[in-house]
Structures are given as C-alpha cells and as structure tokens.
C-alpha cells in the first residue's frame, strides 16, 4: 500500500502542477504534457498495488480502475481538478487492493474515499495548499484505515 501511497502523490502532483496559473495570467491554465505525464504514470500505481497485494484479479481491474480514474476525474474534476484526480485515485485504489475475506470491504473502502474527499474539499475551500496535499495522501490512506476497521468489526462479532 505504501508504493501506491507513493506512486498516487507523484502522478497526483504532476498533475495538480499543471493546473497551476502563472501570476500575472488572467484565467485559469493547463499544460498538457504534466496532464499527459500525470495520466501516465497512473497505471503504473494501479499495477504496484494490485500485484504487490497479490490479486489475482489485477489486469482486470487495474484497467477498470483506469476507466474509473478518467470517469471520476472528469465528472469530480468540474468542482476541482485535483479533487477529481483524488477521488479517481482513491475509486481505483480501493477496486485494485486486494480484499480481505471480509463482508462489506467494499463498501466500506467506497465510504472512506467519499469521506476523504469531503475533507479534502473543505480543505481546498478554506486552505488550498493543504487541500492539494491532502487530495493526494488521504484516499488511499483512507483505503488502508477501511480494511483495518473492517477487521475490527468482524472480530467483534
């Protein structure tokens, strides 16, 4: 989990980094090579997470999660960019990540990155650098923070 922690900041920056105006430029920018270089580098995420987490299903999904990432990013990506490419990263890490066999991985996976986002958005409101960091840490920590509750719960049964 801690190489695709690493893998999503640096596609995640790549791509926030194009989004950056120049000061003294009126409107907003992009430069479409970091955007192409960010798109890039984010299958390679999904390959080390689902590989070193030994799923079986991998090929598969990493190309679902790809389909995910430009999805959420698009349609996220109207509120934020980067909250976009937040919440496609999370959406993919938590389909790619091997699962536990425990009853409601998933969902529970899905419910953390929802909550992740609302936090990042609120952060990127109200402090926009922490926001941006935030967007790119959070998610798969998240996933991460999901299974473990999950587990938790289970054995309380």
């Given at each position: 989990m801690a190489l695709g922690t690493i893998g999503v900041t640096v596609s995640y920056f790549f791509y926030a980094a194009a989004f950056i105006t120049p000061e003294g430029q009126a409107?907003?920018?992009m430069h479409p090579g970091l955007v192409?270089?960010?798109i890039a580098l984010a299958p390679f995420t999904f390959v080390t997470v689902?590989?070193?987490?030994?799923?079986?299903?991998a090929p598969k999904l990493v190309l679902?999660?790809?389909?995910?990432?430009?999805?959420?990013?698009?349609?996220v990506g109207l509120i934020s960019p980067?909250?976009?490419?937040?919440?496609?990263?999370?959406?993919?890490?938590?389909?790619?990540?091997?699962?536990?066999?425990l009853p409601d991985v998933m969902r529970n996976r899905i419910v953390a990155?929802?909550?992740?986002l609302i936090y990042t958005f609120a952060l990127l409101v109200s402090i926009t650098p922490a926001?941006?960091?935030t967007g790119a840490i959070l998610p798969p920590l998240m996933v991460g923070f999901a299974?473990?509750?999950?587990?938790?719960r289970f054995s309380r049964r």
């Open positions: 409107g907003p920018s192409g270089l960010a689902g590989f070193v987490s030994r799923n079986h299903r679902a999660a790809m389909g995910l990432l430009l999805l959420l990013g698009l349609a980067v909250l976009g490419a937040s919440a496609g990263f999370g959406v993919g890490i938590a389909l790619v990540l091997k699962r536990p066999g990155v929802v909550l992740s926001g941006v960091l299974d473990e509750y999950t587990a938790w």
